[in-house]
Structure formats: structure tokens, C-alpha cells
């Protein structure tokens, strides 16, 4: 059995219309465009549809290594509820050694947060946390440190860079930076300081393995919203954006705009910024929509409003920091609840979605139903088969209460409806944030300081699609599983192969980057689906190029037929990309020609 499969890209209006510039720069594996270069599929071929002429062969079978499985206590023992299958579940609560109000997946699998004092009573970026979920909840999963002389991180951003360290920057420490390392949990002070304050600011990593900054502010300066003209005067808001290169920090000069990151409605406060199919950067800044060309000196184009601005309204706009947003397929993000930039000003929550497609040289606004739930402070995360899982916030200000929003919520980007999951136990409003976790899972953190509540724990919600009903038994779904793979790292434009235990088809593979970020936004996850083909046990696939996957690291996911996805395995992907920091051991990859031993898993 050989199958060729394309992502989907569908959100329910058809196929979408590709700038030729964007497709332009798609590499021959993606095959996204159209025969003539065009048009973007929206169809997913069905499994069985061919044969295979000629079995596929193994690349490098030298370079082949087991795809690591680690023990995960996270879905041993659950207490699962019988409308798991269509609502997922919550886990009980569990605690944490500080208040994790940023969070960042690591290419080992492990998991960075940091943020606040062990007591949660003062906002420090001097103590890390590093969890194993390895080891689950147990007081031994964690490994705190503080060193006085580390970066104060807190209300900072952060990206990979392609050696693998970790790079922190702004926040309280204002223009400094640091460098983490996930094999030896440490960190050293990088030595070029940045041009301008950068508390709230968003960094990313652009197609050529650069991490871009862009807005932020003086530390606590977001009153600068109350006399704009004034900020502006005084240099409080940032509003030239950097790239961090050679070492250094360079301004891209050409790229200054007060509308994209000025004091106005605080557009300066954490951008909501992704690299699209272009190459270029696009993002939304409270109520306005931009693009940013990196290269040079740099360039900016507004695109105009996104929306209306914030305010004390009937029906709130989802605009400002208080939103979350993800990228959730090639070039579409999803914006959704918000309504200002500020945790003290008391506005009520925006219930409006929104998915803007950036596949064209001007931006694509489509509405969604609303949410069932206003929320200020949400956050989003999206899992491997593009459903996106909405958690925490508030209908009001930064309250709890009768305000907080415990349900999870789940958009289904196929027609853009909306489910509502089972209640968490705890209120996550501002400083809130959510992780994808390998394993399939959402880890949500943090909470407070300042806040009404002080939050020094986590939950875990698991997604509808790890439950089977069997039965009439709600149980964990047999999940596909990776064996082997032909590296953690590929190039861009590479081949791609997996084996998996079984010759059961698989539906979709794709890509997710590794959660990072704070404050409501998600600056690491961008799903990208792959076209692969399945020989048997085999997917071979071609990794796209590098304006839709910025050099990194990723989690490869494949989907079986009855969309039960598989762990994620970290990879690595560009060239000169560092190989995850984890030991691998040799796979010799499977004589496919052979007759198959392994059947297809029993499905009920």
C-alpha cells in the first residue's frame, strides 16, 4: 500500500489563493502549489488510493535512529470521565514551585518556566524551574536555581537560537539578554546590549535563523497609553525592532512605526507577530494589522485596523495583549477574546474570533462564531490536527469569581464551530499560559502576581482525540507509534522518513513548533501540515522551506485514520540546526519489501 496525503488547509471556504511570491519561495518537496503555481490544495486524498510501483527505500540507513519513548506518567492512572471522547478531561491539580507565567518547551522535552519568587510574592526572572514530565508531579521532576547575578527575565520574550540555546531578552533586565542552555541547565549574560527598553516585547526567529524583537516598552510603563504624544516625546515605547546578529544587536531603522508598536492602546505591549509564506513578518498591535520586512534596513506596511479600539462596550472587540492567538495552519492565525492591553483598567472581554489568512500580499479577515465564554487573558494552543483549545481568562478586567472562566473551549477550524470541554479547578487570568506538551497533552500554569489569586500549581487538560469510547467505556485511544526515523535533524528542502510499528494508515503529519512565550501568547506553536506518502509502515515526506518553517525545533506528529494522534517526536529542522540535546540509539530501518509482522492494531 502506497498513499500520498496533502494537509488540509480547509476552514470551510474553499481553496485559498496564494500570492505568487509566496509560493515562489515553497521549495519542489512542499507541494502546496498548484501546476501552476497558484492555487493551495484544500483536499486530503484517502488512505488505500494507490499502489506503490516500487517499494520505498530508506535514506541514509546509517543516519536512522529510534524515535525516543520515554515513561510517561502524565496517562498512567487517569480517572476518566465518560464524555472524555468528545470534551477531553482536566487532571487533578498539582503543584508547582513558583508562579510560571512563562514557559518554554525544550528540544530535550523538557520543560523551562520561571517568572516569579518559590512564594509566588514578587515577580523575579532570577529562579528557573526545569521540569522532566518523565517523572511526573513528583518533587523530584523539578530542578529550581537561582543565581543573583542571572537576568531579571520576568516580563521578557525568548526564542531558539540554531545552536540550541535559548535566548532571553528584555523584560526587567531592560536591555540585557542571556543565553540558556538546555544540557546544562544554565545560563551566561550575552554581552551586546539591546538599543532600546524591551519589557512586553515579542521576539521570533526569522526564515534566516535571526531572532527579530519587536515593541516593548519601559518597564512598567504602560500608563503611557494615557498621554501617547507624551510617551512618544520620552522614548518610553520601543518602536524600532532588532535582530540579533553576529553577536550584536542591530536596529532596523527602516522598520520604526508608532502604529505598529507605539504607546497608542498599547500597541507596544507583547505584538501579536508570526513569519509568514512571504518571508516577511505580520502582526497585529492592539487594533491595527502590519507587515515587517526584515532584510536591510528593514521596511514596515500597515495594513490598516484589524478592529475597533478597545474600550467599555457593549460587544468588545478582540483586540490588545489581552487576547491569545495562534498560527494554526499555513499562514492563518486565530485571534480571540481580548479587549485592551491593560490587567487594571476593568473592561469587560471580547467573545469575538477572528482567523486572518496572510497567504496573499494583503490580510484576509473572516469572522467566527463567537466564543461561548468572553475571556480577557485566555490562551491558545493548537494541537496536531488543527483544532485549537481555548483555557482560563476572565469575562471582566482580571477577576475571578463570578468573572472567571474555568471551561475549556475547543474551535474547530473545518466550519469554525465551537466546544465547550469540562471545567479546570483553577482561575487563570493574567500571567496565565499554556504549553502543547509532546505527549498530546496542554499544560496550563501560572496566574497572578498581582492578580486576585497567586497560582504555585498546574493542570493538565487532555484533548477529546487521546479517548476512545470501548465498549461504553471511556478509555486512553490506541495511539500510532513512531519507531525509527532517518534523523532529529533535516535540512530544509530534505527528506524526511518514519517508520511507524504498524502498517495502519495514517492520515495527517505535521509539524507543530515548540511552545514558548507568556502573557497569553504562544510565540513558538505554528502548525505546518506536511504531504507525505505511506509505503506500508513507512511515511517519507519533504520538509518545506524556511518562510513556512523557520529554522528550530518541532514536533513531527502523525494522525492516524480515526484522528488519534501519535507523541510527538522533537526534531530539529535547518541546516546547521543543532540536533535536540537527547540520547539516541541506532534503528535499522525495516525491509519494507518483506511481508509485514506487525497487523494493524484492533480498532472498536
Given at each position: 500500500?502506497?498513499?500520498?496525503?496533502?494537509?488540509?488547509?480547509?476552514?470551510?471556504?474553499?481553496?485559498?489563493r496564494?500570492?505568487a511570491?509566496?509560493?515562489a519561495?515553497w521549495?519542489?518537496?512542499w507541494?502546496?502549489?498548484?501546476?501552476?503555481?497558484?492555487?493551495?490544495?484544500?483536499?486530503?486524498?484517502?488512505?488505500?488510493?494507490?499502489?506503490?510501483?516500487?517499494?520505498?527505500?530508506?535514506?541514509?540507513?546509517?543516519?536512522?535512529?529510534?524515535?525516543?519513548?520515554?515513561?510517561?506518567?502524565?496517562?498512567?492512572?487517569?480517572?476518566?470521565?465518560?464524555?472524555?471522547?468528545?470534551?477531553?478531561?482536566?487532571?487533578?491539580?498539582?503543584?508547582?514551585?513558583?508562579?510560571?507565567?512563562?514557559a518554554?518547551?525544550?528540544?530535550?522535552?523538557?520543560?523551562?518556566?520561571?517568572?516569579?519568587t518559590?512564594?509566588g510574592?514578587?515577580?523575579?526572572?532570577r529562579?528557573?524551574?526545569?521540569?522532566?514530565?518523565?517523572?511526573?508531579?513528583?518533587q523530584?521532576?523539578?530542578?529550581?536555581?537561582?543565581d543573583?547575578?542571572?537576568?531579571?527575565?520576568?516580563?521578557?520574550?525568548?526564542?531558539?537560537?540554531?545552536?540550541?540555546?535559548?535566548l532571553?531578552?528584555?523584560g526587567?533586565?531592560?536591555?540585557?539578554?542571556?543565553?540558556?542552555?538546555?544540557?546544562?541547565?544554565?545560563?551566561?549574560?550575552?554581552?551586546?546590549?539591546?538599543?532600546?527598553?524591551r519589557?512586553?516585547?515579542?521576539?521570533?526567529?526569522?526564515?534566516?535563523?535571526r531572532?527579530?524583537?519587536?515593541?516593548?516598552?519601559?518597564?512598567?510603563?504602560?500608563?503611557?497609553?494615557?498621554?501617547p504624544?507624551?510617551?512618544?516625546?520620552?522614548?518610553?515605547?520601543?518602536?524600532?525592532?532588532?535582530?540579533?546578529?553576529?553577536?550584536?544587536?542591530?536596529s532596523?531603522?527602516?522598520?520604526?512605526?508608532r502604529?505598529?508598536?507605539?504607546?497608542?492602546?498599547?500597541?507596544?505591549?507583547?505584538?501579536?507577530?508570526?513569519?509568514?509564506?512571504s518571508?516577511?513578518?505580520?502582526?497585529?498591535?492592539?487594533?491595527?494589522?502590519?507587515?515587517?520586512?526584515?532584510?536591510?534596513?528593514?521596511?514596515?506596511?500597515?495594513?490598516?485596523?484589524?478592529?475597533?479600539?478597545?474600550?467599555?462596550?457593549?460587544?468588545?472587540?478582540?483586540?490588545?495583549?489581552?487576547?491569545?492567538?495562534?498560527?494554526?495552519?499555513?499562514?492563518?492565525?486565530?485571534?480571540?477574546?481580548?479587549?485592551?492591553?491593560f490587567?487594571?483598567?476593568?473592561?469587560?472581554?471580547?467573545?469575538?474570533?477572528?482567523?486572518?489568512?496572510?497567504?496573499?500580499?494583503?490580510?484576509?479577515?473572516?469572522?467566527?462564531?463567537?466564543?461561548?465564554?468572553?475571556?480577557?487573558?485566555?490562551?491558545?494552543?493548537?494541537?496536531?490536527?488543527?483544532k485549537?483549545?481555548?483555557?482560563?481568562?476572565?469575562?471582566?478586567?482580571?477577576?475571578n469569581?463570578?468573572?472567571?472562566?474555568?471551561?475549556?473551549?475547543?474551535?474547530?477550524?473545518?466550519?469554525?464551530?465551537?466546544?465547550?470541554?469540562?471545567?479546570?479547578?483553577?482561575?487563570?487570568?493574567?500571567h496565565?499560559f499554556?504549553?502543547?506538551?509532546?505527549?498530546?497533552?496542554?499544560?496550563?500554569?501560572?496566574?497572578?502576581?498581582?492578580?486576585?489569586?497567586?497560582?504555585?500549581?498546574?493542570?493538565?487538560?487532555?484533548?477529546?482525540?487521546?479517548?476512545?469510547?470501548?465498549?461504553?467505556?471511556?478509555?486512553?485511544?490506541?495511539?500510532?507509534?513512531?519507531?525509527?526515523?532517518?534523523?532529529?535533524?533535516?535540512?530544509?528542502?530534505?527528506?524526511?522518513?518514519?517508520?511507524?510499528?504498524?502498517?495502519?494508515?495514517i492520515?495527517?503529519?505535521?509539524?507543530?513548533?515548540?511552545s514558548?512565550?507568556?502573557?497569553?501568547?504562544?510565540?513558538?506553536?505554528?502548525?505546518?501540515?506536511?504531504?507525505?506518502?505511506?509505503?506500508?509502515?513507512?511515511?517519507?515526506?519533504?520538509i518545506?522551506g524556511?518562510?513556512?518553517?523557520?529554522?528550530?525545533?518541532?514536533?513531527?506528529?502523525?494522525?492516524?485514520?480515526?484522528?488519534v494522534?501519535?507523541?510527538?517526536?522533537?526534531?530539529?529542522?535547518?541546516?546547521?540546526?543543532?540536533?535536540?540535546?537527547t540520547?539516541?540509539?541506532p534503528?535499522?530501518?525495516?525491509?519494507?519489501?518483506?511481508?509485514?509482522?506487525?497487523?494493524?492494531?484492533?480498532?472498536?
Amino acid at each position: 500500500m502506497k498513499t500520498t496525503n496533502k494537509g488540509s488547509t480547509s476552514i470551510g471556504n474553499g481553496a485559498v489563493r496564494l500570492a505568487a511570491i509566496a509560493c515562489a519561495t515553497w521549495l519542489t518537496g512542499w507541494v502546496g502549489c498548484g501546476g501552476d503555481g497558484s492555487e493551495y490544495s484544500t483536499q486530503t486524498a484517502s488512505p488505500g488510493s494507490g499502489r506503490a510501483s516500487a517499494r520505498t527505500l530508506a535514506v541514509s540507513p546509517s543516519a536512522w535512529v529510534t524515535v525516543p519513548a520515554p515513561a510517561d506518567p502524565l496517562l498512567l492512572n487517569l480517572d476518566i470521565p465518560a464524555d472524555a471522547p468528545t470534551r477531553g478531561m482536566w487532571s487533578s491539580v498539582h503543584h508547582w514551585p513558583l508562579n510560571a507565567l512563562h514557559a518554554t518547551v525544550l528540544p530535550n522535552g523538557k520543560l523551562l518556566t520561571y517568572g516569579t519568587t518559590p512564594d509566588g510574592a514578587y515577580q523575579s526572572g532570577r529562579y528557573l524551574d526545569l521540569w522532566d514530565p518523565a517523572q511526573g508531579f513528583a518533587q523530584s521532576a523539578h530542578n529550581t536555581t537561582y543565581d543573583r547575578n542571572r537576568q531579571d527575565s520576568f516580563c521578557s520574550t525568548a526564542t531558539f537560537l540554531v545552536d540550541g540555546r535559548l535566548l532571553i531578552t528584555g523584560g526587567n533586565g531592560s536591555i540585557t539578554s542571556s543565553f540558556y542552555t538546555p544540557s546544562s541547565n544554565s545560563t551566561v549574560t550575552v554581552p551586546a546590549e539591546l538599543a532600546d527598553e524591551r519589557w512586553y516585547a515579542t521576539m521570533l526567529t526569522l526564515s534566516d535563523g535571526r531572532p527579530l524583537i519587536m515593541g516593548g516598552m519601559r518597564p512598567y510603563g504602560e500608563s503611557m497609553q494615557d498621554n501617547p504624544d507624551q510617551a512618544v516625546a520620552q522614548g518610553v515605547a520601543s518602536m524600532t525592532p532588532e535582530v540579533h546578529e553576529n553577536g550584536t544587536w542591530r536596529s532596523l531603522f527602516g522598520a520604526y512605526s508608532r502604529e505598529a508598536f507605539g504607546p497608542d492602546f498599547l500597541r507596544a505591549s507583547y505584538p501579536r507577530a508570526w513569519v509568514m509564506p512571504s518571508g516577511q513578518v505580520f502582526g497585529v498591535s492592539a487594533e491595527r494589522m502590519w507587515s515587517l520586512d526584515p532584510s536591510g534596513n528593514g521596511a514596515i506596511t500597515i495594513h490598516g485596523a484589524f478592529k475597533t479600539a478597545p474600550g467599555n462596550m457593549a460587544d468588545p472587540p478582540n483586540v490588545g495583549s489581552t487576547n491569545t492567538a495562534v498560527m494554526f495552519d499555513v499562514g492563518k492565525v486565530l485571534i480571540a477574546g481580548g479587549n485592551g492591553g491593560f490587567n487594571g483598567d476593568g473592561w469587560p472581554a471580547s467573545k469575538q474570533a477572528t482567523v486572518i489568512d496572510m497567504n496573499t500580499d494583503s490580510p484576509v479577515l473572516t469572522e467566527q462564531p463567537p466564543m461561548n465564554f468572553p475571556r480577557r487573558y485566555p490562551n491558545a494552543v493548537v494541537l496536531p490536527d488543527g483544532k485549537v483549545v481555548i483555557t482560563g481568562g476572565s469575562k471582566r478586567g482580571n477577576e475571578n469569581g463570578s468573572q472567571a472562566v474555568y471551561a475549556a473551549e475547543i474551535w474547530n477550524p473545518a466550519n469554525g464551530t465551537w466546544t465547550v470541554g469540562p471545567d479546570a479547578a483553577i482561575y487563570r487570568g493574567y500571567h496565565g499560559f499554556s504549553v502543547l506538551l509532546p505527549n498530546g497533552t496542554v499544560l496550563t500554569t501560572g496566574g497572578g502576581s498581582p492578580g486576585p489569586v497567586t497560582n504555585l500549581n498546574a493542570e493538565v487538560y487532555y484533548p477529546a482525540q487521546l479517548f476512545r469510547s470501548i465498549s461504553g467505556v471511556a478509555q486512553l485511544a490506541p495511539r500510532p507509534v513512531m519507531r525509527g526515523i532517518s534523523s532529529l535533524s533535516h535540512a530544509h528542502g530534505a527528506q524526511m522518513q518514519i517508520d511507524m510499528s504498524s502498517a495502519a494508515p495514517i492520515s495527517k503529519l505535521v509539524l507543530i513548533g515548540l511552545s514558548s512565550g507568556t502573557h497569553s501568547f504562544n510565540t513558538g506553536q505554528r502548525r505546518i501540515p506536511l504531504t507525505f506518502t505511506q509505503d506500508t509502515i513507512r511515511l517519507t515526506t519533504t520538509i518545506p522551506g524556511a518562510t513556512l518553517v523557520p529554522p528550530g525545533y518541532y514536533q513531527v506528529v502523525a494522525i492516524d485514520a480515526e484522528g488519534v494522534p501519535s507523541r510527538g517526536t522533537l526534531i530539529a529542522i535547518g541546516q546547521g540546526v543543532a540536533a535536540p540535546p537527547t540520547e539516541t540509539k541506532p534503528y535499522t530501518p525495516a525491509d519494507i519489501g518483506a511481508p509485514t509482522t506487525n497487523p494493524p492494531p484492533r480498532r472498536h
